[in-house]
């Protein structure tokens, strides 16, 4: 029985147990038979199993096994506290905070009860989706030996598109929003930032990079 095959009889238990409690499927585990979701699910157990043989996990395989584990947790959950109003808001917001990080947004945003983190949860599903050379055509700032660049990194999300962590790419300008790997600017930037944030905090023994290094012009746009 290969993986597929697999997937389709676990989710199809799953189905038969609750349907032999004369209950109809909670509109929270409709997922059970979308085939849609059954790839994507075998998508991210490659990712989830790639992180078994190692001791370090990447930045994928700790944010898809995390979330897992915390909406596995939610599920259960929601299904005891039927009928608990304000325990079930309190669950889905988890099972959405868990969703998120595994990269499924779109189904993040059908549970959350908040309005704004919904919002928040379509635009970056949008954002994946996106093609990875798509920029809004805002100009970066510039002097005559050094440039800043409009977009800036504003997090680092999981993509199952992708197939792994990229960074949630944002317009100060104009608000536009893409997901994909940082190219080289966003990088350099992005770590120097880290560099002297950790330094002014005390963490971290070595020197502040210059806004001059950081920013200098580079040979191409980002």
């Known amino acids: 029985m ?15 147990i609750i349907t032999s409690m004369n209950k109809p499927l909670p509109p929270d585990l409709k997922f059970l038979d979308d085939p849609k979701r059954i790839a994507e699910d075998l998508r991210l157990q490659e990712i989830r199993q790639a ?31 039927e009928g608990d109003e304000e325990a079930l808001q309190m669950h889905r917001s988890q099972l959405a905070h868990g969703l998120a990080l595994q990269g499924r947004y779109g189904e993040a945003a059908q549970h959350h009860p908040d309005e704004a983190m919904r919002a928040d949860y379509v635009r970056i599903a949008d954002a994946i989706q996106r093609p990875d050379d798509e920029k809004c055509d805002c100009p970066d700032d510039e002097t005559d030996t050094l440039t800043i660049t409009p977009r800036f990194s504003e997090r680092t999300v999981m993509s199952v598109r992708h197939g792994g962590a990229v960074q949630l790419v944002t317009c100060r300008k104009c608000g536009h929003t893409n997901a994909r790997p940082a190219r080289s600017r966003l990088l350099v930037q992005s770590a120097a930032m880290n560099q002297n944030l950790a330094m002014a905090k005390g963490q971290s023994e070595r020197g502040r990079i210059p806004d001059a290094v950081a920013l200098k012009k580079p040979d191409a746009g980002t």
């Open 2 to 16: 290969n993986d597929v095959d697999m997937a389709y009889v676990g989710t199809k238990l799953a189905r038969a």
């Open 51 to 81: 992180g078994f043989s190692r001791a370090r996990l990447t930045e994928a395989e700790r944010l898809v096994q995390q979330g897992s584990l915390i909406e596995e947790t939610a599920r259960g959950n929601i299904i005891a506290a």
